[in-house]
């Protein structure tokens, strides 16, 4: 038996692209997660976790840029509504076996949609940003597995990944 698939809540019925209308949606709190990770040398690991990068502190600018990119993911991601955002955090931790850092990040706003591209958002950029400061030691380091971990609230409710 085939299960109906949902439809894509961003086109209209002759398949123009529009902004979903939330306005009979009640607010709710919500918060998602996003987790990703920028592999690099041994080296530049150490080179990071030491302070030594030649552009500054690694990990305390990612955060930053995380957190900004976040606040403005509406404007980069097409049709993404501008959001109250109440808090998000932006976590970046070394990862030995990588090596190289393990970026989390968490969004959360009391509203009437979620917030899971904002939490993408702000972990995606924190790692474009680790690899920004940290190229000129390293031009090979990779960013990889950026994926929603969790989300809640609204319609749907809580969501989590399976664990890879």
């Not at 939330?22 to 918060?31: G, I």
């Not at 030594?52 to 049709?79: F, Q, S, Y």
């Amino acid at each position: 038996m085939a299960t109906e698939s949902p439809s894509l809540t961003h086109l209209d019925a002759s398949g123009a692209a529009n902004m979903v209308d939330v306005s009979d949606k009640p607010v709710t709190a919500r918060e998602a997660v996003a987790r990703g990770h920028v592999k690099m040398q041994r080296d530049t690991l150490t080179t990071i976790l030491t302070g030594n990068a030649k552009k500054g502190d690694v990990i305390a600018t990612a955060r930053i840029a995380g957190i900004m990119a976040a606040k403005r993911t509406h404007e980069l991601i097409p049709l993404c509504h501008p959001l109250a955002l109440s808090k998000v955090t932006v976590d970046i931790a070394p990862d030995e076996t990588l090596p190289g850092l393990v970026v989390t990040a968490s969004a959360m706003v009391s509203g009437q949609t979620g917030v899971e591209m904002e939490a993408l958002t702000a972990c995606t950029v924190a790692c474009l940003t680790v690899y920004d400061m940290a190229k000129a030691i390293d031009r090979g380091m990779v960013i990889g597995e950026v994926r929603l971990l969790e989300k809640s609230g609204g319609r749907s409710g809580h969501w989590r990944a399976e664990e890879s």
